[in-house]
């Protein structure tokens, strides 16, 4: 087979997408190709390729439709949540005065969960993850919609912030759960990072979120937020400072498939004052992640597993670094 230099542009995308092809004993080197492990294996490169070729595109139709489907749920979610109501005081001195206000609630004996979408996007995207949770025994779930003209990650942390203390003030809960899709888990990771978040929230659950920022879609950098996300912005850099102490647990879904996440491994949270287990789902894409029931289930194990104990070690996305590896997830 002979292998000439066009083929050299193509070599590090089969290096990451077919790591481990073992190699032939006894095939020669060819003479000026870079050494790269597993290149050896011309042959088994037809049956990964088409593997590979059926997953990515069950992922696609995947993606359409749930696409298609969200686009028809969208406009049922544009309007915030309807929430408790204060009291009005009367205008009128003849008018009846009104009750007392309502004792405050004991404490659910497991916190309520608070949802976070992603970028242009609204609360409707958590359906299916709603009614998942609600039939598994979670009472409190709130969604909380940001406008999509917000050009500021810090500004949306601080609506976070202030939901959260008014969801813990009506029901008497110390604690809530976050789980935040794609911006939505970045602009919960600042609140629990940078704002004081993390003595209110116990467990954040981010799916698809680009922890050390993406380079997709260049030309979308005309929106403030957009440029929060990149590598380097003055946000992500932030959320790499010390946190020590930080009382927040932090899992972190990502998938193989996410064409949103430039790396991949982006959406891997990896900071050593954070107690984190990222978890790899295999198959499915970006807009799947908050809708796919495999997904839902592992949120809900990630939330009804026990708070670790302080001090327990940090899991790193590759799972090389100290803690336990991260966990795995195949769906498709």
């Given at each position: 087979?002979?292998?000439?230099?066009?083929?050299l542009p193509?070599?590090?995308?089969?290096?990451r997408l077919l790591p481990d092809?073992?190699?032939?004993?006894?095939?020669?080197?060819?003479p000026?190709l870079p050494?790269?492990p597993?290149?050896?294996?011309?042959?088994?490169?037809?049956?990964r390729l088409?593997g590979?070729?059926l997953?990515l595109?069950?992922?696609?139709?995947?993606e359409?439709?749930?696409l298609?489907?969200?686009?028809?749920l969208?406009?049922?979610?544009?309007i915030?949540e309807?929430?408790p109501?204060?009291a009005?005081?009367?205008t009128?001195?003849?008018?009846?005065q009104p009750?007392?206000p309502?004792?405050?609630?004991?404490?659910p004996a497991?916190?309520?969960?608070v949802?976070l979408?992603?970028?242009i996007?609204?609360?409707s995207v958590?359906?299916?993850?709603?009614?998942?949770?609600a039939q598994?025994?979670?009472r409190?779930i709130?969604?909380l919609n940001?406008?999509?003209?917000t050009?500021d990650?810090?500004?949306?942390?601080e609506l976070?912030d202030?939901?959260v203390?008014e969801i813990c003030?009506r029901?008497?809960s110390?604690?809530?759960?976050?789980?935040?899709?794609?911006?939505?888990g970045?602009?919960?990771?600042y609140y629990v990072?940078?704002?004081?978040g993390?003595r209110r929230?116990?467990?954040?659950?981010?799916?698809?979120t680009?922890h050390?920022?993406?380079?997709v879609v260049?030309?979308a950098?005309?929106h403030p937020i957009?440029?929060?996300?990149?590598?380097?912005s003055?946000?992500?850099?932030e959320l790499?400072?010390?946190?020590?102490?930080?009382?927040?647990?932090?899992v972190?879904?990502?998938s193989?498939?996410d064409?949103?996440?430039?790396?991949?491994?982006?959406?891997c949270?990896?900071?050593?004052?954070?107690?984190?287990e990222?978890?790899?789902v295999?198959?499915?894409?970006?807009?799947?992640?908050?809708v796919?029931?495999?997904v839902?289930?592992g949120?809900r194990?990630?939330?009804d597993t026990?708070?670790?104990?302080?001090?327990?070690e940090?899991a790193?996305?590759?799972?090389?670094g100290?803690?336990k590896?991260?966990?795995g997830l195949?769906?498709?």
């Amino acid at each position: 087979m002979k292998v000439t230099t066009a083929a050299l542009p193509l070599l590090p995308l089969f290096q990451r997408l077919l790591p481990d092809l073992p190699g032939i004993p006894g095939l020669p080197a060819i003479p000026g190709l870079p050494s790269i492990p597993g290149l050896s294996d011309v042959a088994a490169l037809p049956g990964r390729l088409t593997g590979l070729s059926l997953t990515l595109l069950k992922a696609s139709a995947l993606e359409a439709a749930i696409l298609a489907g969200h686009l028809l749920l969208y406009p049922s979610g544009i309007i915030q949540e309807r929430r408790p109501s204060q009291a009005v005081r009367p205008t009128d001195a003849h008018a009846p005065q009104p009750s007392p206000p309502a004792p405050r609630l004991p404490a659910p004996a497991s916190p309520p969960v608070v949802l976070l979408h992603g970028f242009i996007d609204n609360r409707s995207v958590f359906l299916l993850l709603r009614r998942s949770l609600a039939q598994h025994g979670r009472r409190e779930i709130e969604s909380l919609n940001y406008s999509p003209l917000t050009c500021d990650i810090r500004t949306a942390a601080e609506l976070l912030d202030r939901h959260v203390e008014e969801i813990c003030e009506r029901t008497g809960s110390e604690r809530v759960d976050v789980v935040g899709h794609s911006l939505g888990g970045l602009i919960a990771r600042y609140y629990v990072q940078r704002l004081g978040g993390d003595r209110r929230v116990r467990t954040l659950v981010t799916l698809g979120t680009p922890h050390a920022g993406t380079k997709v879609v260049p030309l979308a950098n005309a929106h403030p937020i957009v440029r929060q996300m990149r590598p380097g912005s003055p946000v992500i850099e932030e959320l790499t400072r010390p946190a020590p102490g930080c009382r927040t647990r932090f899992v972190s879904f990502w998938s193989d498939l996410d064409h949103v996440m430039d790396p991949l491994e982006t959406a891997c949270l990896d900071h050593p004052d954070l107690t984190v287990e990222n978890v790899r789902v295999s198959g499915i894409g970006h807009l799947a992640l908050p809708v796919h029931p495999a997904v839902a289930t592992g949120i809900r194990q990630a939330l009804d597993t026990a708070e670790p104990e302080t001090g327990t070690e940090t899991a790193t996305g590759t799972g090389t670094g100290p803690g336990k590896p991260a966990g795995g997830l195949t769906v498709a």
